[in-house]
Each structure stands twice: as C-alpha cells, then as structure tokens.
DNA sequence: TTATTTATGATAGTAATACTATTATTTAAA
DNA sequence: TTTAAATAATAGTATTACTATCATAAATAA
C-alpha cells in the first residue's frame, strides 16, 4: 500500500534524532502522528492536546504514540523544527535567482509574514496549519525552563539557522548594520505575533480593519528598511 | 499584626474583578497567593505551578486557593495585568516632567527594556521577578484558545492601555508615522523577547558576550527612531 | 453580648493527564 | 523459516485540576 519511495519526489526535511524515539517519517504511523499532532493541536491548542486524543484521533493507542515521542514537548518542538527547516529551504528555492539583496530581503519578509499554501512535496503536513500553529504555539517552544538544556540538544538549531540566513542577508543590504541577529529573530516573531494580534487582539495593531497579511508586510518592510538603510 | 493601613503609602492598582472570585488583596491569604505565587512561577516555570504546590508553600490547602481563583491562568493573567498596571503607572510618574517626546519615548524604552527593582511601595509583590516572569511567561497569558473570550472580559486592558500610552508618544514623535500600535506592541514584545534570547538562546541576539540590558535598549532606540524619524 | 455571617482549615473524592509496564499479536527482515 | 521488530490491547500509577463537605475561627451586626 502506499506509492514506492522512488516515484514520490519528496522535500525531506533533515530532523535531530533525539527529538524521537523512533523516527516519525519512518512508518505509517509515525506519520499519522505528524500528521493528526498538526490537526489536532490547530484544531484545540497545545495545552489541551494529549497523546490519548491524538492516538484516538490516528487509531491507535496512546502507548504507540509514547513509542515515538517521549512527551507532547518534544512532539511540539519536532513539528515546530520541521516548519523551520522547511521554510529555510523554501526561503533558498524562492530566493536563489534574487541577486539583489534589498529584493530578496522583501521576498524573505513576505515570505515569513504570509500564510503558506499547502505544499504538496509534503505528504503528510499540512504547511499552513502548521504556520498557524506557529503563531499561536511557536514561542512555547522556547519559552520554557528545560529552554537551555533543549539548547544544548540542538533543538532549536533550524530556526538559529533560518535567522542566521536572515541575518546574512540584512548584512548583504548593509554591511555595516550592527544587529542582524537581532533583527532577523525581531522580524521574524513580530511578523508572527502582529499576525496573532491582528486576528485575536486587534487594537495592539494598526490593521484591524481588512484583516490583511499585507499589511503585515507592509509594516515590516518600512520598520526594517528604516533601520538598514539609514 | 501588620501596619494600619493609614500609616501605609501603597500604589494600588486597580484590577478586573473578574480575574478573581474573591479580591487577593483584601486579606493576607490573599496577598500571599500573589507573592508565592510569583515566587512560585519564576523558580519553576508556569507549567511546573500548581495550586496544590502553591498552597504547600503558603501553608493553607488548595481548596484555599480555589477560594480565590479558578485556576492558574486567571491567577497567571492577574500577575501579570498587575504589572502591566504598575509599568503604565511607572511611565507616567518618571515621564510627569518630561515635555520632549523623543525624550519621552527614549525613557518609556529604557523603562521597557530595563529589570526593575523591587518597589517598596507595594508590599508584597516583587517586581523584580514579575518583569523576568513577563519575560518568560508573559505571551502564555494571550497565546491560548480562549484569547477572544478572555478578551471581551478585559482581561488584557492594561496591556492594551499600555501599548496605547506608547502608541501615543510615538505620535507625539511623528504624527504622520502610520503604525503606532504595531510599532508599541511590538517594542514590547521585542524588548522581552531579545532579553530572553540574549539570556538563554544567544545567537540569536548581537548581545551574546556581556548579556547587558542596556544593549537591548540601543538596539531598540535605534529601530524605533530609524521608523519614525525617517 | 450574643447571634450571625464570612473566611479559613481539614479532609475526601473524582475525572483527566502523563506517563510506565506487560503480554499477545502481527508484520517485516535475515 | 526463523527471528526480530513494531504494534495492539490492556492495566496500572502518580499527579493534576478540580468540586464538595463539614467543622472551626474570626470578624461584624443586632
């Protein structure tokens, strides 16, 4: 059942093995479990997500989930890591013909701050559920005591990574700027937090009317461009 | 036991009721759960804070507690709305003399981004360890399901007061700058965010090597002043 | 002062959560 | 075909997040 490996062309998405257990891509149900965690914690939020619902959800039962994923931490952060690989290889594949580094820093903040299509060289995720999840859920990731030891494990080693390459470029605008780290980790939580304060707490924003991305965008190009090129 | 309340110079900030089932700070179990609370949270994380732990540290029983609050994120919301109460109170009192708004603003930064010491003027709670609780635990007062309801009870009006007050300076800076609420939430959020990455995640701030505050606030002066000066 | 309300303390109990462990069964690899 | 590995089924434990009850102490009103 299922199409053999060498007719799918598939984006793999190199994950830290000691997020798992057993490795999640390895098997239907690991798969399942990716792919019902993403449903389930879009579906009701992290804090009401529990192993019993996603093993009913998949099937299964909890004990097989525990098999994969010591606890719904780990799960949160292997979801989390995945997105940020993706959008790093995304934000290469979109960028690569950009010689311009002014272009190709807009390109990047658009793509951050927008919703993504479903991408279907991935299976089994759902892209824009999880960019959801990665504004609602995203920073409990980090924002936790066990945050330094998960340093030291490298879980958080794709989105050091994404911001690295962020930082990269803000340095090819202006090579004299003296916070690209800074300011590529900024624009990266304030596309996201603007985006959930946009929908849920709208007058912390000054785009509550339509409700638009773009003015996301908008806000983002002026703040950051402000800053670089002055 | 204890001073007369007359002999007392207290900042009171005034508070949802609905945050509470009975006001913590008409008794002294009360005033206790605030200050263990705090306490409590800072040295263990949110998610390692429980009512019953918390009622062990007090020395009364968790059905006490309950008498207060309904659960912990009320109580988290509570904390914190306190000191987004006390920080409006803050700026306001250090910048009563202040008539220059990029002086103004300048100050409301530095007030943002810097720890606080421990005001005498409110007894039992620690102000110190709220802001390092803002910084850590802040955003998991909003990043839930319920944001909306809780929203339409108020609960996030200091907050929202607060990015107003700051919102309104930047006008006083520039009033044709076009985001001023995006812009104030945002320095906000920037401010702990950078603080908690410079502490725990370092490479993704520029301040790794002397972990100083005051680097914080310079790379947020100049974001700020580079957008609405421009 | 006594009566009465109100807050607290002590204790019990429940449903759900976050796991661990055991055994049987199925599936896949050697 | 044997053997190993993965899964399903079930049970069990400690902790969490509550709710309920009743006795007692403290504050307040009659």
Known sequence: MGTPAFMKLEVQIKMNASL????PEQSELGKNIIKFSIELIHKHGFEAFTFKKLAEAIGTTE?????????????????????????EFQI??????????????????TILATTVEDDIMTGYVDESLLHQI???EGSKAYL????????????????KDLCNTVGIIILECN??????????????????LQNFFMHNLPSLTDFSKSKNEDQ?????NDLVFSSIEK
């Open 134 to 136: 990665l504004i609602s």
């Open 92 to 109: 290469g594949y979109q960028t690569k013909n950009v010689t311009n580094p002014v272009s190709k820093l807009k390109k990047v903040i």
């Open 175 to 192: 090579s004299k700027y003296k916070y690209p780290h800074s300011l590529a980790s900024s624009i990266i939580e304030v596309a996201h």
């Open 216 to 220: 996301i965008i908008i806000f983002l």
């Open 63 to 87: 004990a097989g989930v525990y098999r994969y994923f010591e606890n719904k931490h780990k799960l949160l952060v292997y979801i989390i890591s995945w997105y940020w690989g993706w959008l």
């Open 144 to 159: 936790t005591k066990q945050v330094s030891q998960d340093n030291k494990q490298e879980y958080f080693k794709p989105y």
């Open 20 to 23: 798992y257990l057993r490795d």
